[in-house]
Structures are given as C-alpha cells and as structure tokens.
C-alpha cells in the first residue's frame, strides 16, 4: 500500500511525492487501535458530574443571559433629568472612577 503525502506541508512548500509502504499487520494493528479508542469514547457508561461551584456558575451565567442589556428606566430617568435641568456631573467621581479603572488594568 501507498501513501501519497504531496501537499501535507502546505501548498507553499515543494517537497516532491513522498511514497512510503507499509505492511498489513501493521496497518491491521493501527486500525484495531483506533477502533478501541473510537469504541472507549462511544461508550455510555461514562458519566460527568460538575462541582456545586460550577452548577452555581452556570445558573449565574443563565440569569445573566436574562437580563436585558439596557436599564430602559434609568435611561429615561438620565433622559428626564438632562431635559428637566436637574442632571449633575460629579467631575471628581468620574475622575476617581477613570483613575479606579486604570489601577485595575494596572497601567
């Protein structure tokens, strides 16, 4: 039997026909091998259980998904303040929040 490897390195790299024979026990025995591990893996007998941390991290992540992405009642709240004239920036909180944010990417 031959095998044809032209091309297994990339279509940028002319490395020629490579033939390369091999003998039917071996082939025989390479192919029961890869039937065992396919057969290991269909099995049903395996089980998974996920610790209490990662089931707790799984209906977090759910409840999360719920959540719209928009607090649409804050917005007209900011909306209403800004039209109304009560809206007040707080440079000094924005300022220590930016300076927050960058500690904690540590820049």
């Known amino acids: 039997m031959a095998i044809d490897f032209k091309g ?9 026909n490579v033939s390369q024979s091999r ?6 025995g390479r192919g029961a091998a890869l039937g065992k591990q396919s057969g ?3 099995s049903s007998d395996d089980t998974v259980q996920l610790s209490p941390a ?3 991290l799984q209906k977090l ?11 649409e009642q804050r917005v ?3 909306r209403t303040a ?6 007040e920036i707080n440079a000094e909180r924005i300022a220590a ?11």
Request: hydrophobic share 35%.
């Open 23 to 28: 003998s039917s026990s071996e082939s025989a």
């Open 82 to 87: 800004i039209a109304e004239g009560r809206f």
């Open 76 to 78: 007209e709240a900011i």
């Open 97 to 107: 929040k930016l300076v927050g944010l960058e500690r904690s990417l540590g820049s």
């Open 8 to 16: 297994v390195n990339g279509p940028n790299q002319n490395q020629g």
């Open 40 to 42: 290991e893996a269909a």
């Open 61 to 71: 992540e759910a409840s999360i998904r719920e959540l719209p992405e928009v607090d």
């Open 54 to 56: 990662v089931q707790t």
